[in-house]
């Protein structure tokens, strides 16, 4: 048996990551064998996870990160508010959205290398560190041959991190501080008025129906004729378009103006064309059903862990 000695556990916790009763126990069962030791506390690590994977996650942070013409934004969840601001985590939120930028599915960014282990695999070795249920729940890369992706975070706890992430996609010839100073406007607006579509050709056609089929439906109550509703409903087809279609709606900085003309005024002063082909926005939480829990109690699962 190799002797257990201080540098040793020492050791072990930096390449763990674990605390030092526990680096000292991996090392006393495995015989003082380092790799059997990391072996064990990773084991441990995933086992710990399992057994917090049942929580509900809703908190934690969204996470932009852009590279000239490509960006990406994701969402990493914790349990708690808590642990958003801890450095630890945002590091490793931070060090994930880098990841992000090159690959296409939150599956593929489960798998990329992270310091010689894969984001899976280093999220597990967090989940046992810090001690609660941890998810990377989604991710989204934006990309154009040639202009910007420009980003945007809605109360950001630092750059790049906060609740509201979103990206605007432009293809221009147009200059980068042209696109920048557009883009963020584009960006701000997409945070405040969360678009769902980027124009009418993207909107899903069977939602378009049935909202048309709603709408005259709404207009023979109020006693118009068929005939008559039906040409009603193109009006109140374009109020709808314009609530859902990011280049339909108006700006909420002036309330006045489309953002289409927003873009294109921008073009014209630029000299170049500029081109919205995408946009992603990430909320918090969005859709993740969340029990409601009082804020002593809350504390309390953190303290015991």
Do not use: W
């Amino acid at each position: 048996m190799a002797e257990i000695t201080t540098a040793k556990i020492k050791e072990l916790r930096e390449k763990t990551g674990a605390g030092m009763m526990d680096a000292k126990k991996a090392l006393t069962e495995t015989g003082g064998d380092m790799e059997a030791a990391m072996e064990e506390l990773r084991k441990k690590g995933m086992a710990k996870a399992d057994k917090k994977s049942s929580r509900t996650a809703a908190e934690g942070l969204v996470a932009v990160v852009t590279d000239g013409t490509k960006g990406a934004v994701i969402e990493l969840n914790s349990e708690t508010d808590f642990v958003s601001r801890n450095e630890e985590f945002q590091s490793f939120v931070e060090k994930v959205a880098q990841k992000a930028l090159n690959v296409n599915s939150v599956e593929d960014l489960a798998a990329a290398d992270l310091g010689g282990k894969s984001v899976k695999d280093s999220l597990t070795d967090l989940i046992a560190k810090i001690g609660e249920n941890m998810t990377l729940r989604r991710c989204e890369k934006l990309e154009v041959s040639n202009g910007a992706v420009v980003s945007y975070v809605h109360g950001a706890l630092k750059d790049g991190l906060g609740k509201i992430g979103v990206l605007v996609a432009l293809e221009s010839e147009a200059s980068a501080e042209a696109l920048q100073a557009v883009g963020k406007q584009v960006a701000m607006h997409v945070a405040a008025a969360f678009p769902k579509y980027l124009d009418r050709d993207s909107v899903d056609v069977a939602e378009m129906e049935k909202e048309r089929a709603f709408l005259i439906e709404q207009a023979v109550a109020e006693g118009k004729p068929q005939d008559i509703a039906e040409k009603m409903v193109e009006g109140r087809m374009r109020k709808y378009f314009e609530e859902i279609c990011l280049l339909d709606q108006k700006s909420v900085i002036d309330g006045e103006t489309k953002i289409a003309d927003v873009i294109a005024a921008a073009g014209k002063e630029a000299g170049a064309e500029i081109k919205l082909t995408a946009f992603a926005r990430y909320q918090l939480g969005d859709g993740i059903e969340k029990e409601e829990e009082d804020f002593a109690a809350e504390v309390g699962k953190v303290a015991n862990g």
